[in-house]
């Protein structure tokens, strides 16, 4: 049991050049996110999925697409890269309708735009 | 709406020596809160939560938390912190009935000194 895994790791990429985050769970949850961490800004909600083929936008949406064609993975796209898309982004996921309301993290994908 | 306030970014500490990390939140409807803790280049890892009942609540690693409602507070408190404790701690809110949403505070660093 994996838990929730990110690829890549790290990347850096050019100005305009674009890209696609993997986020993978094996929990069977539903519900999934995807967080950039900045500095001293702490975890911001980009995008989130509640089911299969759904998604919804968080608070800082811009610059940012996603995907949900199979339940266990949730893609995050940038068309195209922007420095200001420097960051640390974080993939999670949660169970619905559960008291617990955890939700588990990956251990976060570094992006250095040049 | 919900907020979160981490009143203090940089906390200093001796080893062996207690510490509290301050949190605070508003919202409009029932709350749940969470801290969750960061160690240098990793992902986010639950120590506590508050859905309901006991307001004093303990998690992992010797820490615990005290919800405090009319103060609307969430401070996180270890009697005798460790080394190990050297992190970054996050306090989060969940709020409302059908929200599984997190909003994160910008985090407070738990620096432990030898």
């Known amino acids: 049991n994996a838990g929730v895994t990110q690829t890549p790791k790290f990347r850096v990429l050019k100005t305009g050049q674009s890209m696609t985050l993997l986020c993978a769970q094996d929990?069977?949850?539903?519900?999934m996110y995807w967080y950039r961490q900045d500095p001293g800004m702490g975890l911001r909600l980009i995008h989130y999925s509640v089911g299969e083929g759904t998604t919804a936008k968080g608070e800082v949406p811009d610059g940012y697409n996603v995907s949900r064609l199979k339940k266990q993975n949730f893609l995050l796209g940038l068309e195209s890269a922007a420095p200001s898309q420097t960051s640390v982004y974080f993939c999670?996921?949660?169970?619905?309708?559960?008291?617990?309301?955890?939700?588990?993290f990956g251990p976060g994908t570094r992006l250095t735009v040049t | 709406a919900q907020s979160v306030t981490q009143l203090d970014s940089q906390v200093p500490v001796f080893e062996e020596a207690p510490v509290e990390l301050r949190c605070n939140y508003s919202s409009s409807v029932s709350v749940y809160l969470f801290w969750y803790v960061q160690y240098p280049n990793q992902g986010l890892q639950l120590l506590l939560k508050?859905?309901?009942?006991?307001?004093l609540v303990k998690g992992i690693n010797g820490f615990e938390a005290e919800f405090n409602k009319s103060q609307t507070s969430f401070h996180l408190r270890k009697p005798s912190v460790h080394i190990s404790d050297t992190a970054e701690y996050f306090c989060a809110v969940s709020s409302g009935a059908g929200s599984y949403q997190l909003t994160f505070g910008k985090g407070t660093k738990l620096s432990v000194i030898p």
């Open positions: 508050y859905l309901s009942g006991s307001t």
């Open positions: 929990m069977n949850h539903e519900y």
């Open positions: 999670a996921s949660s169970l619905p309708h559960n008291r617990l309301r955890e939700q588990y």
